[in-house]
């Protein structure tokens, strides 16, 4: 039973444009929400998190909002550049456990 | 420092062997993580190292055996694996309160079973 879901398995978005990648959750217990972002080869890196306190969380180029009634989250990059084509995972956890449950990861192209 | 060092970066070994993947980090996080992920699947936690204790053991195989000698090393051991063992595994760390669930991965080891 998948608790972490991202139903889009990939995304192409012009260069300049924003990507909008979708992710949704039905452990109610959740209270901590990550986006990892994983280039081939490589480890995943940490890119942004959000309390379930808050319901926009902003880095730079990077937002993610939380929609708890419907338990799901979304991750904006505005502007998409070639650099950010990789597979982006959503990640849940219930801060009374030492882990995280990763999505299925969602792979992003972003086209010059 | 915020890395996480693997090593070996590969590895092919028999389903008679015994060897050992290792991890370090020097960032004084207090947890370490062993995870395995396939390809084009989620990391899948394994293991989970607290205060150098393990905390949680996510029903592995015996054939996998987590150490942590201390607190910024984190080994683990393979002995007798099957080929569907094949994939790469992950380290990761992580520190204190809000930033307890940002984890700190590492390149991985690509392991081949043979």
């Known amino acids: 039973d998948q608790q972490v879901k991202q139903n889009s398995p990939s995304l192409s978005v012009q260069e300049g444009r924003i990507s909008i990648l979708n992710c949704d959750y039905t452990n109610s217990m959740f209270d901590y929400f990550l986006w990892y972002k994983k280039y081939p080869a490589e480890g995943p890196t940490f890119l942004i998190s959000i309390s379930s306190i808050k319901d926009k969380n902003e880095d730079g180029r990077f937002t993610v909002f939380l929609n708890k009634s419907a338990k799901h989250l979304s991750l904006h990059i505005v502007p998409s550049q070639p650099g950010d084509s990789a597979v982006y995972f959503c990640a849940a956890s219930d801060t009374s456990y030492d882990k995280v449950i990763f999505g299925p990861g969602t792979s992003l192209s972003v086209i010059p | 420092d915020t890395e996480v060092t693997q090593t070996p970066k590969h590895l092919v070994m028999g389903m008679t062997n015994k060897k050992s993947l290792k991890c370090e980090q020097h960032?004084?996080?207090?947890?370490m993580y062993w995870y395995k992920q396939k390809a084009k699947k989620p990391p899948e936690l394994m293991f989970v190292y607290s205060y150098e204790k393990l905390s949680i053991n996510e029903s592995v195989p015996s054939r996998f055996s987590p150490e942590c000698p201390n607190s910024s090393l984190l080994n683990l051991h393979l002995h007798a694996l099957q080929p569907e063992d094949s994939a790469l595994y992950l380290c990761?760390?992580?520190?204190?309160?809000?930033?307890?669930?940002?984890?700190?991965f590492g390149p991985g080891t690509r392991l081949t079973v043979t």
């Open positions: 990761a760390s992580s520190g204190k309160n809000r930033t307890f669930y940002e984890q700190y």
């Open positions: 960032m004084g996080h207090r947890a």
